[in-house]
């Protein structure tokens, strides 16, 4: 059974960074890439940034410069390292394959940036 396990979330404010993990099980880890992915109440999932089996990375424009993806492989587990957070970052973070796998989704964790 393929699960996702995401922690790290909390209440930071404009410019403040927070790290998140996500613990993953049921999936051959180092052979998936893998993303995060963070929704808005009312809109759609949206993949904010991806790292491939090789270590390669991309990013949502929004973000790119203030988030680092990361993973550990020997810990089935995969990092968002998010920095100079800014309001519009708030939601909820999920992670997932790349593609992502449906029915998997885990709880998420929220990240919200305010003053």
């Known amino acids: 059974q393929v699960q996702f396990e995401e922690s790290g979330g909390g209440l930071v404010q404009p410019g403040g960074s927070l790290r998140l993990s996500c613990a993953a099980s049921?999936?051959?880890?180092?052979?998936?890439?893998m993303g995060w992915y963070r929704q808005v109440a009312g809109k759609q999932r949206e993949l904010v940034a991806g790292i491939s089996r090789m270590g390669f990375t991309n990013y949502e424009d929004s973000v790119k410069g203030r988030f680092t993806i990361s993973r550990a492989n020997a810990l089935n587990t995969v990092y968002l390292q998010m920095n100079n957070l800014n309001v519009e970052d708030t939601a909820v973070y999920f992670c997932n394959t790349d593609p992502a796998i449906d029915d998997t989704w885990g709880q998420g964790t929220q990240v919200t940036v305010s003053s």
């Open positions: 049921g999936v051959i880890f180092r052979g998936q890439s």
